[in-house]
Nanobody, 116 residues
Framework: QVQLVESGGGLAQTGGSLKLSCVAS????????MGWYRQTLGEQRELVAN??????AFYPGAKGRFTISVDNAKNTIYLQMNSLTPEDAGIYYC???????????WGKGTLVTVSS
């Protein structure tokens, strides 16, 4: 089992920044990639970015304002979010994708609110 705990969400002003953190514990050796998903009311979760232990990152959308990083020593990933807009608001969930056929793990989410 893997446990994921997010932190760093909160209220930011338009143009501001937030840095999210996600700490993994438990069977962390099972983890292939970790990432961040965003969900807004009534919508499905969408991938923001993910990263492997070597630091190879993937951003499905061209969000040059966001940077994902990993600290393997701390079993932690980060999401630096800059130049925030109200469209970036939502619940950000940490996700861990294990090797093989094991189901993915999710954190409980951290809320990001951006005031206009």
């Amino acid at each position: 089992q893997v446990q994921l705990v997010e932190s760093g969400g909160g209220l930011a002003q338009t143009g501001g920044s937030l840095k999210l953190s996600c700490v993994a514990s438990g069977s962390v050796d099972r983890i292939n990639r970790m990432g961040w998903y965003r969900q807004t009311l009534g919508e499905q979760r969408e991938l923001v970015a993910n990263i492997d232990k070597l630091g190879s990152a993937f951003y499905p959308g061209a969000k040059g304002r966001f940077t994902i990083s990993v600290d393997n020593a701390k079993n932690t990933i980060y999401l630096q979010m800059n130049s925030l807009t109200p469209e970036d608001a939502g619940i950000y969930y940490c996700h861990a994708d294990p090797y093989g056929l094991e189901p993915a793990y999710w954190g409980k989410g951290t809320l990001v609110t951006v005031s206009s």
